[in-house]
């Protein structure tokens, strides 16, 4: 699929301004659909690709493929194609929390690490409340996927409308960052702590940061 998807972005760039605005949007539109195969997602895609090729090339536009309401197009072509099978979904389920993980992890053991040998702010250890921290790891991963789709149905829903890049980016940027950053500073503060106790050393935090990300990506490269 990986090929596919080179080859893709290779000829994108043969069209002229408004036929790969109109052919990304598509694209993106299509892409989004969760619960479609990718292979013969981007088999469609790239055979969309092509026929846009050969019409600009014979001097017509994305109109006489996609015609007008190229939306309603897109809606034709998703429901048109394959399920994904339930292994792929845990998959992709599986690698955001992996990533999710990864990046807290990873993050807080750096950032700690800097605040101990950088200004003696912190202690080699840290203290963690083994039922507190799986309700913030479980809550957390359902923030984010929540936020995730969100985000991704915006965008899917910005397709073929004229919306401001800026607004498009504060937007998302609002949704992905400030709503998620304030649950996971009120789960912090106000949740207290519940069941045994456990200390760990600050440099196994960014450890096992890196190996959720190495999961992840694997799982990414695999798909």
């Known amino acids: 699929m990986s090929t596919l998807v080179e080859e893709n972005n290779e000829k994108r760039n043969q069209l002229n301004k408004e036929n790969k605005k109109i052919y990304e949007d598509m694209m993106v539109y299509i892409r989004l659909s969760f619960n479609k195969s990718d292979q013969e997602t981007e088999e469609v895609l790239m055979e969309l690709l092509d026929h846009l090729l050969v019409l600009q090339a ?5 109109s006489e493929l996609f015609g007008s309401d190229p939306r309603q197009y897109a809606e034709d072509i998703v429901g048109e194609l394959p399920h994904t099978v339930p292994k ?10 992996c990533y999710f993980l990864g990046v807290y992890m990873l993050s807080t053991g750096l950032i700690r690490k800097i605040l101990l040998y950088g200004f003696q702010q912190m202690e080699p250890t840290k203290l963690y409340s083994l039922g507190t921290t799986a309700i913030i790891i479980i809550l957390g991963s359902i923030t984010i996927s929540v936020v995730g789709y969100s985000v991704f149905r915006y965008i899917k829903w910005s397709c073929f409308r004229d919306i401001s890049k800026i607004k498009e980016f504060l937007a998302t940027g609002f949704i992905f960052g400030i709503v998620p950053g304030t649950v996971f500073f009120a789960m912090y503060f106000w949740l207290p702590p519940m069941g045994p106790m456990l200390t760990v050393p600050v440099y196994w935090l960014g450890i096992t940061g890196a190996v959720f990300l190495l999961v992840a990506e694997i799982l990414r490269r695999k798909d």
Do not use: R
């Open 88 to 97: 792929e979904m845990m998959a992709l389920f599986v690698m955001g929390i």
């Open 58 to 62: 014979e001097g017509g536009d994305s």
